[in-house]
C-alpha cells in the first residue's frame, strides 16, 4: 500500500482508563497522505497514550483503530517496518556505540526495501545528518541530552518509514538543532511523502512544522484544524497598528485586511503592523473553556 494514496491513520471512538480513571472518552481523527499533524494539549491530556495505541505499544480499551491499513494490535514485522517510532524516552544501550547501536538498528529494516525505496538509509548519512558524526564512535552513556534526543530522530527515520510518529521529539534540544530538526520533518514529507505525527507543547512549533493540530484535553478532540484556522476560530480579533502625523493608533477589528485598505486608501500612515490573534492564545483559551466545563460538570454530578 501506498500512503499517498490512503488514510494512514483512522482512529474511531478510542476509549482509554487507566484504574477506573477515563484518560480518552471517544476520540476520533484521521491523518491522510502527506499531512503533518501535531497533537496538543495540557500535560495529562492522554497525547502519549494516543500514540502510543497508534505505534501499537499499548492495548486499547475500546473502539478502532487502523493504521497503514491494519489494527496496530495485529501489526506484524512488515507492519512495522513502515513505522518510525521516537519515544518520549529511551533508557538502554548505554555501553552500545553511536554508529554501532544505528548500524545494528538498521539491518532490521533491509528486508523491507521496495522499488524506489530503499531501507535502510545510509546510517553514516543520517549521522551527518541529525549532527552526531562527531560522536559516532563514543558510547551512547557519554552522549548530553540533547544528543541523546539527536539519536532518537535518527532511530525513527533510519527505516525510511512511511509513518513516523514522534513524542516530543524537541524536548531538550537546543534552538538550532530543533530548527534542524524541522527542515528533517519538511524533507522527508517532500522526498519520501512519510506521513508524521508528532507530540508537542511548543505552539511555535506546530505552527512551523504541522499542517494540522489536533488539540487534546479532557479526554475528546476539542479543536481539530490548521493553525491558522483553529488560532482564528476561537482567538479574538486582530489588532491593526499605525502612526499618522506622529501619533500612534490601535484599532481592533476581526477584518483586518478590509480596514487595513480602507486606512491606506486615507493615506498619511507612516508606520502599520497588524498582529493577528496566536495560536498560542487560541490554546489556552479553549483548553480553559474546556477545564470550566469539566468543573461545572463535576460540580453537578457530585451534589
Ligand atoms: N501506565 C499508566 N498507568 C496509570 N496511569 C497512566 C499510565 N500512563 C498514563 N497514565 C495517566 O494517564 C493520563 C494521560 O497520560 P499521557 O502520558 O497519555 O498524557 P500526555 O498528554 O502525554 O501528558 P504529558 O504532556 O505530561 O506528556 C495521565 O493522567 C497519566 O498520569
Request: glycine share 10%.
Amino acid at each position: 500500500m501506498d500512503v499517498r494514496d490512503d488514510t494512514a491513520i483512522r482512529v474511531t471512538d478510542l476509549h482509554m482508563a487507566y484504574g477506573g480513571r477515563t484518560v480518552l472518552d471517544g476520540i476520533g481523527f484521521e491523518v491522510g497522505a502527506g499531512e503533518v499533524v501535531a497533537l496538543l494539549g495540557p500535560n495529562g491530556a492522554g497525547k502519549t497514550t494516543t500514540v502510543e495505541v497508534v505505534e501499537g505499544f499499548r492495548r486499547r480499551d475500546g473502539g478502532d483503530v487502523t493504521v497503514l491499513g491494519t489494527d496496530p494490535e495485529h501489526g506484524d514485522d512488515a507492519w512495522r517496518a513502515r513505522i518510525g517510532v521516537v519515544l518520549q524516552s529511551w533508557r538502554d544501550h548505554r555501553r552500545w556505540r553511536v554508529r554501532e547501536l544505528l548500524g545494528h538498528l538498521a539491518e532490521a529494516y533491509q528486508p523491507y526495501s521496495r522499488p524506489g525505496l530503499a531501507r535502510p538509509r545510509p546510517v553514516d548519512d543520517l549521522l551527518a545528518r541529525v549532527g552526531l558524526t562527531d560522536v559516532a564512535h563514543q558510547r551512547m552513556a557519554t552522549l548530553s541530552g540533547g544528543q541523546r534526543r539527536r539519536f532518537d530522530i535518527a532511530v525513527g527515520l533510519v527505516g525510511r518509514p512511511d509513518l513516523l510518529i514522534l513524542d516530543e521529539p524537541t524536548a531538550g534540544l537546543d534552538p538550532a538543532a530543533r530548527r534542524e530538526f524541522h527542515e528533517i520533518v519538511h524533507e522527508v514529507v517532500d522526498r519520501d511523502g512519510t506521513v508524521v505525527l508528532l507530540t508537542t507543547h511548543d505552539l511555535a512549533e506546530a505552527e512551523v512544522v504541522a499542517d494540522r493540530i489536533l488539540l487534546l484535553a479532557g479526554g475528546h478532540v476539542v479543536a481539530d484544524g490548521s493553525p491558522a484556522s483553529v488560532a482564528r476560530e476561537v482567538a479574538g480579533p486582530s489588532e491593526v497598528r499605525w502612526s499618522a502625523d506622529g501619533t500612534r493608533h490601535v484599532h481592533s477589528t476581526h477584518d483586518p485586511v478590509a480596514f487595513t485598505r480602507e486606512l491606506l486608501a486615507r493615506g498619511g500612515v507612516d508606520d502599520l503592523e497588524v498582529v493577528r490573534a496566536s495560536l498560542e492564545d487560541a490554546y489556552l483559551q479553549i483548553v480553559r473553556r474546556h477545564e470550566a466545563d469539566t468543573a461545572r460538570h463535576d460540580l453537578e454530578v457530585t451534589r
